[in-house]
């Protein structure tokens, strides 16, 4: 028992086995009852009497052997209809030379007989050539002299600038007028003349007395001076403080 229970799995593998075997040995057809059963042969038929001639000769329509009717004939396969040629592809039209076309060749005419020239006449003489008198030469003119260029005049001598005393306008002390001794301002004219342009660069020059020339009328007191209209300064600006 206990080796039935250690070894079960060979105990089933051999009754599989077994099982097999049997069924193998007991469970298949016998080769008998595989083969299909024979059939009987069929009897042989009894041959057939000839007919006799008299039958023959009385009933000859009858004993007439029959034709065999003809096999019908099968209708004729449809021909496939041709496909039609393809059309032949025209040929490249050669370029044949032209030939040359040769002028006729010009009837052959006699030459007419050459009619007889007349004498040429003498040629006249030519005439001598007349002496054409040659024109005498005039030499060209002498070229005129070129006029010495005259010496340019002399410039003027710039007049020389008066000089006034200017510490006779009201405001203008010593020192201002050194300034304006210095930039070339030595009389009334030249300081009535002034325009508001001529101002504008002088009076930045002036240093401490900038300003000055417009607050105290200094060009129009020069006008009055350069005019001699002492009277007419001295009703607007005072008395002169010194003589003209």
Do not use: C, H
């Amino acid at each position: 028992m206990t080796w039935l229970q250690e070894n079960w799995i060979v105990a089933v593998v051999g009754l599989v086995v077994a099982v097999i075997l049997l069924w193998w040995l007991f469970g298949r057809k016998k080769p008998e009852e595989i083969a299909p059963p024979a059939a009987t042969p069929a009897e042989p038929r009894k041959p057939l009497e000839p007919a006799k001639p008299e039958i023959v000769a009385a009933e000859p329509a009858r004993f007439k052997p029959v034709e065999p009717a003809p096999a019908p004939t099968p209708p004729p396969a449809p021909v496939a209809k041709a496909a039609p040629p393809p059309a032949p592809k025209p040929e490249p039209a050669l370029d044949i030379p032209e030939e040359p076309s040769v002028p006729p060749a010009p009837a052959t005419e006699t030459p007419p007989a050459p009619e007889p020239r007349p004498a040429p006449a003498p040629e006249p003489e030519p005439e001598p050539e007349r002496a054409v008198p040659e024109e005498p030469t005039v030499p060209p003119p002498a070229p005129e002299p070129a006029p010495t260029p005259s010496p340019a005049p002399a410039p003027a001598a710039a007049p020389t600038a008066k000089t006034d005393n200017l510490q006779l306008l009201k405001g203008v002390g010593p020192k201002m007028v050194a300034l304006l001794g210095g930039l070339g301002v030595t009389s009334f004219q030249q300081i009535a003349d002034w325009t508001d342009a001529d101002i504008a660069v002088i009076d930045p020059q002036l240093g401490a007395f900038q300003g000055r020339i417009a607050r105290d009328n200094i060009v129009d007191q020069a006008g009055y001076l350069a005019r001699g209209d002492k009277a007419g300064f001295e009703a607007k600006y005072g008395a002169l403080g010194g003589e003209l």
